[in-house]
């Protein structure tokens, strides 16, 4: 089980994702450093969550494009309607 990240901190790093998504990696290192350059956060500790948490959402980008969730066909539906 993982720490919950405040709504401020998921909020910011989406936004940052969504609007830099080309710059933002898995990596934890090169993250922090493009938070610092994009956004005027003043402690460490918010920063670095944000920086992780950008991280994980570019690795589930990542895992999702790999292997796209399957959806349930109309005959799949089938089964359990009959």
Request: proline share 1%; no cysteine; net charge positive.
């Amino acid at each position: 089980m993982g720490r919950i990240k405040t709504l401020l901190i998921k909020r910011i790093a989406e936004k940052l994702v969504k609007v830099h998504a080309q710059e933002f990696t898995s990596e934890f290192g090169k993250n922090k450093a493009l938070v610092d350059k994009y956004t005027t956060v003043s402690s460490a500790k918010i920063r670095n969550a944000i920086a992780g948490y950008a991280a994980r959402l570019v690795k589930r980008r990542i895992m999702l494009e790999k292997e796209p969730r399957r959806r349930m066909q109309e005959e799949d539906f089938s089964k359990f309607y009959q």
